[in-house]
C-alpha cells in the first residue's frame, strides 16, 4: 500500500523573516521542524503539518514534505509560494499536494493549477483555508479533489456571488447544521466544490459529487470549534492517509473520527490548543487504527474501533 | 494615463473615488507600498463620484483601507466587482459555561468569562490569522490591540468583528 510519492503541504507561517524552504517535516511535541527551524505548532499550516507527521509516523510512511515560507498577511511571502510552485510542481511532481494558508491570488491559483497538470502523474489536489477560497473564486473548484470547509465556508461555497466568506449572504450564514446536505448539493451544482467535500462541524459531513455518504457525530466534543486548528489538523491527517494509499472516503472517516477522539482523550475545553489535540494523536491511532506490521494496515482501517 | 479596461479579475475590488486627482493618488501610493493595482473605468452599475477607479485584490482590503487612510488618500468606498457590497455583518454566538465563543463569517473568537481573556481564535485562512491568533491569545479582550489594527484581510476584518462583539458581551454582561 502507498502511493510511493511525496506528500506536499504548502502554506505560510507567520514570521516575516522564514525564507521560502522545503524538505522533510517532523513534530516534537510543541513545535514543527522544518530543515533545522523549530515553528511553533500553532493554528495554521504548522498545525496541519505536524497533525500529518504524527499519522505518517504510526503508518511507518514517508515523512511529509512542506513548502512553507514567512507571510504576516502582506502578500509578499505568498507570491513566492505561488511562484514556486509554478515554476516547479511539476519536477516536485507530490503524490499529494496540500494548498493551506496563502492569500487568495486567484490569477495566482490558476497557473498553479496547470502547472499541477504537467506533473507526472497529476497529484491528488487539496485545499483547505486560503487556497481554498481562492480556488473557489476563480472557479478551479472542480480541479480539486477534496476541500475540507466548516460550516461558515461551506455557506460561502454554495454562494455564487461570494469571493471569500466575509461577504457571504446572510441567509446562507445564518442556515444550521441541518442545511449542510442542501449546501453541499447546491456548490457542487454551481462549481464551487471539489470532488470530495470533508465538513467539519458538530456533525462532519463527507461528500462526494454533491452527496452525503457519510456522517460522523461521535464522539460529541463541541469545545472542538473554538480551538483554533481543528480543521487545519483534518486536512493534514487526510492527506497523510490518503498519501499512505487509502481510499478517499476511508481517510475522511478516519480522520473525522481521529480529530473527534483526539478532542476526547485531551478533555478538550474551549482553552485547550491544538499543540494539545495533535499531542493526542498517536495515542488514539495506536487504540483505535489497527495495524498489522509498520507500514501496512489491515484493509479496513478502523477495525478495532470501539463504535 | 493609462487604464484598463478589460474585464475585472475574479475576486476583484474596486476603490471609487470623487475626483480622478484622488484615484491618481491612491493608486500611486498603493503601488509604492507594492500592492498589485491598476487604474480601471468602473462598470456603470457601480460607478460613483468619477469614472475612474482602482481595482484591488479584495481580499487585501483591510490593509489597503489603512494604509489609505495612513497616506490621508481619499476615497469613497471599497466594493466587490461581483456580489453585494457589504461585509457579513450578523454574528452568532455560543455559550460553553464557562466560555464564551463569537462567531462573525468565518472567524471564532472565545474568551474565559470571568477574566475576559481570550482563550482561542479559530477559522479563517488568509495568512494573516496565525499572526493575529498569536497577538491575541492569553491577552485580555480590554487590553488587546483589535484585528483591524494589524491585519490585512478580509478574514482580519471578521475577526474584528469578533472581537468587538465580544468586547461588548464582555464589558456589558462578562463582569456581572
Known amino acids: 500500500m502507498g502511493r ?5 503541504i504548502c502554506g505560510t507561517i507567520p514570521k516575516d523573516d ?4 522545503i524538505g522533510p517535516v517532523s513534530f516534537d511535541g510543541t513545535s514543527l521542524i522544518l530543515n533545522g527551524a523549530a515553528i511553533p505548532c500553532a493554528q495554521g499550516t504548522a498545525a496541519l503539518a505536524s497533525a500529518a507527521c504524527e499519522v505518517a509516523e504510526y503508518l511507518g ?3 511529509p514534505h512542506a513548502l512553507l515560507v514567512g507571510d504576516r498577511g502582506t502578500g509578499k511571502g505568498s507570491r513566492a509560494l505561488y511562484k514556486h510552485l509554478i515554476e516547479h510542481l511539476p519536477s516536485l511532481s507530490p503524490g499529494v499536494l496540500i494548498l493551506h494558508y496563502m492569500l487568495p491570488i486567484m490569477g495566482l491559483m490558476k497557473k498553479v493549477c496547470q502547472s499541477a497538470e504537467e506533473c507526472r502523474r497529476r497529484p491528488v489536489m487539496i485545499a483547505d483555508a486560503a487556497a481554498m477560497y481562492a480556488a473557489k473564486a476563480a472557479g478551479l473548484a472542480p480541479r480539486f479533489d477534496i476541500f475540507t470547509p466548516d460550516h461558515s465556508e461551506m455557506a460561502f461555497l454554495a454562494d455564487p456571488e461570494a469571493s471569500h466568506p466575509a461577504y457571504v449572504s446572510r441567509h446562507l ?3 444550521d447544521g441541518a442545511m449542510i446536505p442542501e449546501l453541499a448539493l447546491a456548490s457542487y451544482k454551481q462549481m464551487g466544490a471539489a470532488i470530495m467535500l470533508v465538513i467539519k462541524g458538530s456533525t462532519d459531513y463527507i461528500v462526494e459529487y454533491g452527496k452525503v455518504i457519510g456522517q460522523i457525530s461521535e464522539p460529541d466534543i463541541p469545545a472542538l470549534e473554538a480551538i483554533g486548528g481543528t480543521g487545519d489538523t483534518i486536512s493534514g491527517m487526510l492527506g497523510a492517509f490518503i498519501q499512505a494509499g487509502f481510499p478517499f472516503a476511508d481517510a475522511a472517516h478516519l480522520t473525522a473520527r481521529i480529530n473527534r477522539l483526539a478532542g476526547q482523550y485531551t478533555r478538550a475545553t474551549p482553552a485547550t490548543k491544538i499543540r494539545e489535540i495533535i499531542a493526542a494523536i498517536p495515542a488514539v491511532l495506536r487504540d483505535h487504527v489497527k495495524k498489522e506490521t509498520r507500514g501496512s494496515l489491515s484493509e479496513r482501517s478502523m477495525l478495532n474501533d470501539r463504535n | 494615463m493609462k487604464t484598463n479596461n478589460k474585464t475585472v479579475s475574479d475576486g476583484a475590488g474596486l476603490i471609487l473615488f470623487n475626483n480622478v486627482e484622488e484615484a491618481i493618488a491612491a493608486e500611486r501610493a498603493l503601488k509604492a507600498a507594492a500592492y ?4 480601471v473605468a468602473p462598470p456603470p452599475e457601480l460607478r460613483k463620484g468619477c469614472d475612474l477607479a482602482v481595482e484591488i ?6 490593509g489597503i483601507e ?3 487612510k495612513e497616506k490621508k488618500a481619499d476615497y469613497l468606498e471599497i466594493v466587490p466587482v461581483k456580489g453585494k457590497g457589504d461585509l457579513l455583518e450578523v454574528v452568532k454566538v455560543t455559550d460553553f459555561g464557562g466560555a464564551v465563543m463569537v462567531k462573525a463569517g468565518n472567524m471564532k473568537l472565545t474568551f474565559d468569562k470571568k477574566s475576559g481573556i481570550i482563550v482561542n481564535v479559530s477559522g479563517g485562512g488568509c495568512p494573516d490569522i496565525p499572526s493575529l491568533h498569536a497577538d491575541l491569545l492569553d491577552k485580555k479582550l480590554s487590553e488587546a490591540v483589535r484585528p483591524k489594527g494589524n491585519g490585512y484581510t478580509l478574514c482580519s476584518l471578521m475577526l474584528d468583528r469578533a472581537f468587538m462583539e465580544s468586547l461588548d458581551i464582555w464589558e456589558n454582561h462578562g463582569k456581572e
Request: glycine share 0%; no cysteine; proline share 4%.
Open chain 1, 4 to 8: 510511493n510519492d511525496m506528500l506536499l
Open chain 1, 18 to 21: 522564514f525564507p521560502l524552504t
Open chain 1, 61 to 63: 510512511a514517508e515523512r
Open chain 1, 173 to 175: 450564514f445564518e442556515s
Open chain 2, 36 to 39: 498589485e493595482v491598476k487604474l
Open chain 2, 57 to 62: 485584490n479584495l481580499v487585501e482590503k483591510a
Open chain 2, 66 to 68: 489603512r494604509l489609505l
